[in-house]
């Protein structure tokens, strides 16, 4: 198991081709270029580029970035093939805003996705294939957040908007006599996410911060479906870990790794998340800021909206700490106590343990 990363913080794209330049890389632009590898032996392997201008044009903080990735999650035995290859491409422009406020910022992305399935059932009925999904992606945010270690007032308010082509819609297709793997050789879908999130200070160095969340997963078409891909799983950290198939993985604290949506065929296509979170720094050095935190939490995930029932949850309660040093990010553990029984089960969640990894929470 390892990973290897390089990235480059202050690259200039402009000066590649100015030998003086080069000491040991042409510099002094701002962008980032990232290269990363990982692997888990023959299991998995994930291999991806990045680049980023924040400043398109000079004068304004309009950033334009892109991205290249390909990952392999293989299962074979040497009875049977079993693995999925994911590749894919991003391209997205971001910018602030004076409209409303100077708080609103906004990004736009297209991107490409090409799944290969070697029987590698995600849905009953779908387990070899390529599905390929051509998408746009857009995220309005209004952020008076500063201090991104440890905040301790301000608000951050994001909707993001996830849409494909409604090919069902204009290609005069009996979708009612396909295959699924017809069906989903174009990924057709919209997604949509609100979040909220608010800081107070009511003294001290006591901070109050509590969180909702929302995500839909729809169709444009009933007879297409949602796809296999992009569904919402829920429980846990909210680390993917080496699953990689196009879920979006929702971390609810004091319960295991994606359990509470473990019922649902495939995954969920409506969740639903509040918490609230008491956190004490025990040290605010710059070079070690260190705090302590206790929270509740509640949420759960759904098959359809008919089902969705935003106070039928799975609640929880538990302590964490975090641990901020510059070399490594900010690391965390949490112990959360799941009060609910998961489905099919009569025992409540009881203790769990959960490492983070950058802010989950």
């Known amino acids: ?18 030998r003086s330049s080069w000491s ?36 304004k903080p309009n950033s334009l970035s892109f991205s290249l990735y390909h990952s392999i999650q293989n299962y074979s035995t040497e009875e049977v093939e079993n693995r999925i290859d994911i590749t894919g491409v991003n391209i997205g422009l971001g910018k602030r805003l004076r409209w409303p406020d100077d708080y609103f910022s906004t990004s736009q992305s297209i991107s490409f996705q090409q799944y290969n399935l070697k029987n590698r059932q995600l849905v009953p009925g779908f387990s070899d294939g390529i599905s390929k999904n051509i998408s746009y992606r857009t995220v309005l945010t209004r952020s008076s957040i500063f201090d991104p270690i440890f905040p301790k007032a301000g608000s951050q308010f994001t909707f993001t908007g996830h849409f494909t082509p409604p090919y069902s819609m204009i290609n005069n297709k009996d979708y009612s ?71 979006e993985v929702i971390g609810l604290r004091g319960y295991a790794n994606q ?21 004490y720094p025990l040290s605010l050095n710059p070079s070690s800021t260190i705090y302590a935190t206790a929270f509740a939490e509640a949420g759960n995930a759904w098959g359809t ?38 489905p099919g089960s009569l025992e409540k969640s009881g ?7 950058g802010q989950q929470f």
């Open 177 to 247: 006599k396909m295959s699924l793997v017809e069906k989903y050789e174009w990924l057709e879908y919209f997604k949509i996410k609100l979040s909220g999130t608010w800081y107070s200070n009511p003294f001290a160095d006591l901070v109050v911060k509590s969180h909702s969340e929302f995500g839909l997963l729809s169709s444009y078409n009933s007879e297409v479906g949602i796809p296999p891909f992009e569904r919402f799983y829920l429980g846990g950290d909210g680390l993917t870990g080496f699953v990689m198939d196009g879920r």
């Open 24 to 59: 040991p890389l042409p510099s002094g632009d701002g962008q980032r270029i990232q290269l990363r590898a990982s692997s888990n032996g023959s299991y998995y392997q994930n291999y991806s580029f990045s680049f980023t201008e924040p400043w398109l044009g000079g004068n």
């Open 305 to 342: 909206f008919r089902d969705f029932n935003p106070f039928e949850v799975k609640r929880s309660m538990g302590v964490g700490i975090r641990i901020f040093m510059p070399m490594f990010g900010l690391l965390g553990v949490d112990f959360g106590h799941g009060f609910d029984p998961l």
């Open 259 to 279: 359990a509470v949506s473990q019922h649902l065929t495939g995954g969920g296509s409506i969740y639903a998340k509040y918490y609230l979170e008491l956190r």
């Open 1 to 18: 198991v390892g990973t290897f990363g390089v990235t480059f913080n202050n690259f200039s794209l402009k000066n590649m081709f100015n």
């Open 351 to 357: 203790w769990q343990t959960h490492f983070s990894i």
